[in-house]
Nanobody
Framework: QVQLVESGGGLVQPGGSLTLSCVAS????????MGWYRQAPGKERELVAF???????NYTDSVKDRITISRDPPRNTVYLQMVNLKRDDQGDYYC???????????????WGQGTQVTVSS
């Protein structure tokens, strides 16, 4: 099992910045990708960004100019730096880790409990 703990959410004014952190623990070997998803009230959870084990970053188009995902392997931590936040960015942000193993590339996803981001003046 993999445990993920997010932190860094909070209240920020439009145009402000936040950095979210996600620390992975437990059976973290074979984690290939780690990513961030968000879920606004009444909406489905959507991908924000993910980073592969080789360091390649991937972003959804609506955020790629304002958000940076990074990974600190020695600390088993993934960060999501967000600038120029908009009201549409608010919601619960969830960290996800994908493990891949075996010759058949069996996959399993693990989720954190989420951290809330509120964008309001």
């Amino acid at each position: 099992q993999v445990q993920l703990v997010e932190s860094g959410g909070g209240l920020v004014q439009p145009g402000g910045s936040l950095t979210l952190s996600c620390v992975a623990s437990g059976s973290i070997s074979s984690i290939r990708d780690m990513g961030w998803y968000r879920q606004a009230p009444g909406k489905e959870r959507e991908l924000v960004a993910f980073i592969q084990s080789n360091g390649r970053e991937n972003y959804t188009d609506s955020v790629k100019d304002r958000i940076t995902i990074s990974r600190d392997p020695p600390r088993n931590t993934v960060y999501l730096q967000m600038v120029n936040l908009k009201r549409d960015d608010q919601g619960d942000y969830y960290c996800k880790a994908r493990k891949v193993w075996g010759w058949s590339e069996t996959t399993k996803d693990f989720w954190g409990q989420g951290t809330q981001v509120t964008v309001s003046s």
